[in-house]
């Protein structure tokens, strides 16, 4: 029986106003869930479902919305187990300050991590819920049947939630080391109402008539404008700097330095603009910033000429001298977030009247990160600090770190007004902390009946969750001795050999570096699915029939993936002439998600350019919650992979990074884009895992050896030029 | 200094006089549904209409626009809060993932099918390919554009 009590926490922060709350602590799960930097502790219940004293359902999104549109799936699931509908759930983006800490939105883990422990809280809603109709209608607990919205028995007397619900306040404690009630979402014979379906968003009117509201959005009286200066690396320093003529600028307020800090605060956006022009700083970068100077340290052949890589993934009967058919590098470029919103942050002290000292808006992966550090940066207590997650425009990995933050605190702080912050793009371009350039050395050999018999494979990539000034100095030895979870994504290929060597190293590049969609994963299932294709043409085989035979019936899910994506392609014939060809890859993310796809492409020799014509992608990450959202996710991966396999191309150079803005770093546009067909294969037994960049990690190579197939050529170096294939 | 907003009359303080098009709506009027992004007009999420031509509100001194009606995504939906029919679509097409862009995308493709009520692919490329969207919902926005300009046609 559910134990009833109350609980001064809830009141406190101001959930609790009548109705029943479920206070849902995560104990088993605790490392899954958990924020980067805060661990839950067991006072700290996660209160993210209740039911009002009108019989109404509250949820508190547990996820930043950035477009993965997760929090709509989870909200599925909380219906399912409510036996509500989606559109009686008020759902709430909560400050720091609503509910306790939760983990950082980032690695597709939102569904992975979240949908049990949400269908718990629900449903241990849902079975007090039953208690209590149980009591009211005077029937023991086992005759009080499910009804849309409520119960009911068997002679259909019905009570609805509100019927059981008064101004009382009632918390119900569960953890996850009680037995759990029935889980209606996770039962694979129960004919389901709301997961499954293709629900439409949460939220989405704002987004088409303008009323959603992002960051810089947030309306704030007596708001000023503030920036700061951003150095080409963090790690440069200021040798000399500057500022005549800024305190000059008509609508200037305050010119604040601290350190290496150097910021400006304007009346309005332009008298920032002006300001901040008038700022001249030199760097001492301590490293040299050019494109020569990168490929240097990710020389992989110089590198494994002189020995074994730092570290090995994988060492089995290797041999160094076998007789190599692919022996190729492959070379991946440095990519950006260029996330359509440049990221910003509203700081505001408080004359101390209300509840908390500083209060900070922000849309950021991690709000209680936020909040720790704004703690630490300005000595508040963390009570004293409270974080208002707003929506994200555009995350993909860019937005973990109190950054953007600090400038906002810093200069709010300084001049005692709230201060907006939002940088530029040219911002956006030099600090967002790029997915590092890498070199990847692919050897394989096979046996007499051509089946693969060795595999070696070394790769060199800057650092990728371990970057400089992503921990402190004194833990990054350490950490990067453990391994950095991010580099080594997607470097185990799903095919055997009896003789297999995976190594790499990481290393520091002289401009910031950090996590990006699919992190290694991108990079090295190109490489790895170019040279697996590379060697079935040179053999004579069909790449597909040889993928899935390698694979030696040890990878079912991905090669009914692979199968379905070869036959969807083939629903559609490819243009007759010369230039057309079509291309497959596949790949796993995570160990749980799989994808393949097939790419049609033209190399138009009149045009001058390599065009992307048509993509099909299956993909299968498990229970499909929300599968329009699964598609939705896919098809921006296949843009992305587009961008990636032929247009985006960070520039660095002159120790600058050159790449500042759209007109000299290129994306996606409509142009460019290919039409695209999603499958979703639907696993109803499995629990749900990431979507939101799995298919990028096959898109790049399915285009690569597409071209392979029209034109004969192997793309070695992304981004591949239409000038690459003629020389 | 005045200006007409979504028909409505507006009148620009002095301190706001010297400020972009795109700043004073956000900043001073409050209509943050435009946004900013790149800041030299190659993204178009600031894309507003100018007298009906679609401008990007970015690099347009609000000094330029005195007298001029200027339409924002906020002026889109009927009073009564009904849904023109291209929002109508990008929803019924769940088109947004992150949102950021996607007021510019319907503001220019409400100029598009102004100029071309039955667009077909190649008049969609060259209208919609100074949109940016990172999130890449091309696919959608393409789909729901001919889906609203069904609609469009079937209303008269």
């Known amino acids: ?727 | 200094m005045k200006l007409k907003i979504n028909g409505v009359e507006r009148q620009v303080a002095a301190d706001w006089q010297n400020e972009n098009l795109l700043t004073v709506l956000r900043e001073h009027f409050g209509l943050t549904g435009s946004r900013f992004s790149c800041g030299i007009g190659q993204c178009g999420a600031c894309l507003v209409h100018v007298d009906g031509i679609p401008m990007t509100s970015c690099l347009i001194p609000v000094s330029e626009v005195v007298d001029k009606d200027v339409l924002t995504i906020e002026g889109l939906a009927a009073e009564d809060g009904t849904l023109h029919p291209l929002q109508q679509a990008w929803v019924d097409e769940r088109v947004p993932q992150c949102g950021y862009c996607q007021s510019g995308q319907i503001m220019q493709a409400l100029a598009l099918l102004q100029n071309t009520p039955q667009p077909d692919d190649a008049d969609i490329d060259r209208a919609m390919s100074g949109n940016l969207c990172r999130c890449g919902t091309y696919t959608r926005i393409r789909k729901s554009i001919k889906k609203a300009a069904l609609v469009m046609k079937e209303a008269g």
């Open chain 1, 1 to 727: 029986m559910v134990q009833l009590t109350r609980r001064n926490f809830l009141i406190a922060t101001g959930w609790v106003a009548g109705g029943v709350t479920v206070l849902y602590t995560l104990r088993n799960r605790a490392v899954a869930v958990a924020p980067t930097i805060i661990i839950p502790n067991k006072e700290s219940g996660a209160a993210w479902v209740q039911i009002r004293s009108d019989g109404s359902c509250l949820m508190y999104f547990t996820r930043v919305e950035m477009g993965q549109n997760a929090n709509t799936g989870l909200a599925q699931i909380v219906a399912e187990e409510l036996n509500i509908e989606l559109e009686d759930i008020e759902a709430v983006q909560p400050s720091t300050s609503d509910i306790a800490p939760i983990a950082v939105t980032a690695g597709s883990m939102s569904l992975t991590a979240f949908s049990r422990p949400t269908a718990m809280a629900a449903a241990t809603l849902r079975e007090s819920m039953r208690a209590l109709a149980a009591v009211k209608l005077g029937e023991s607990l086992s005759m009080i049947l499910d009804d849309a919205g409520g119960f009911q028995t068997a002679d259909k007397r019905k009570v609805s939630y509100a019927d059981l619900v008064d101004k009382d306040s009632v918390m119900v404690e569960f953890d996850d080391t009680k037995p759990s009630p029935a889980l209606y979402t996770f039962d694979p014979q129960r004919s389901k109402k709301q997961v499954g379906r293709d629900a439409t968003p949460i939220g989405i009117r704002g987004l088409v008539t303008g009323a959603a509201v992002y960051t810089a959005d947030v309306p704030m009286q007596g708001v000023l404008y503030g920036r700061a200066i951003k150095p080409p690396v963090r790690s440069a320093r200021i040798t000399s700097l500057d500022t005549s003529g800024v305190a000059e600028t008509s609508g200037f307020v305050e010119l604040v330095r601290q350190g290496e800090f150097v910021g400006v605060v304007c009346k309005t956006p332009s008298a920032l603009d002006a300001a901040m022009s008038k700022i001249n700083v030199t760097w001492d970068l301590k490293i040299p910033i050019n494109q020569d100077e990168i490929d240097r340290l990710i020389d992989v052949d110089a590198e494994m000429a002189d020995g074994d890589l730092e570290h090995v993934l994988q060492d089995e009967a290797h041999r160094k001298d076998a007789d190599w058919l692919i022996d190729l590098r492959f070379d991946v470029q440095t990519q950006s977030h260029a996330a359509q919103e440049p990221r910003a942050a509203i700081a505001r002290f408080g004359d101390g009247s209300g509840a908390h000292k500083l209060e900070i808006w922000t849309g950021s992966q991690d709000p209680w990160g936020m909040k720790r550090f704004a703690a630490m940066d300005t000595g508040l207590s963390e009570d004293d600090v409270v974080v208002y997650a707003k929506r994200l425009g555009g995350g993909f990995g860019g937005r973990e770190h109190y950054e953007v933050e600090r400038d906002a605190v810093i200069l709010a702080r300084a001049v005692k007004r709230p201060v907006k912050v939002q940088w530029t793009r040219k911002d956006e371009f030099t600090a967002s902390r790029c997915r590092p350039a890498s070199a990847h050395r692919l050897r394989i050999a096979t046996d007499d009946a051509g089946n693969l018999s060795d595999w070696w494979y070394g790769y060199i990539t800057g650092h990728v969750v371990f970057s400089r000034e992503r921990l402190p100095g004194w833990l990054l030895p350490v950490a990067r001795l453990a391994g950095d979870m991010g580099v080594v994504k997607g470097a185990l290929a799903p095919y055997s050999a009896p003789h297999q060597r995976v190594e790499y190293k990481d290393v520091d590049l002289p401009i910031d570096l950090g996590v990006w969609r699919s992190l290694n994963g991108a990079p090295a299932i190109f490489a790895i699915e170019s040279a697996m294709d590379e060697l079935a043409v040179q053999q004579g085989m069909d790449p597909v029939d040889f993928k899935i035979a390698q694979m030696k019936g040890k990878q079912p899910r991905l090669q009914v993936c692979l199968e379905r994506v070869r036959e969807m392609s083939g629903r559609r014939s490819l243009p007759h002439g010369s230039g057309y060809g079509r291309g497959f890859a596949c790949g796993i993310f995570d160990d749980r998600s799989f994808v393949a796809v097939s790419a049609d492409i033209h190399v138009d020799e009149i045009a001058q350019e390599i065009k992307v014509l048509h993509m099909c992608c299956v993909q299968d990450v498990g229970m499909a919650v929300n599968p329009d959202q699964l598609r939705a996710q896919a098809e921006g991966n296949m843009a992305w992979s587009v961008g990636m396999a032929l247009l985006e191309r960070f520039e660095v150079a002159d120790d600058e990074i050159k790449s500042s803005n759209y007109d000299n770093y290129a994306i996606v546009r409509m142009s460019d884009m290919p039409s695209v067909d999603v499958e979703v294969v639907d696993q109803p037994s499995i629990p749900p895992a990431g979507a939101g960049e799995v298919a990028l990690v096959a898109g790049p190579p399915a285009i690569a050896n597409a071209i392979r197939n029209a034109t004969g050529f192997r793309a070695l170096r992304l981004p591949i030029a239409f000038a690459d294939i003629s020389s």
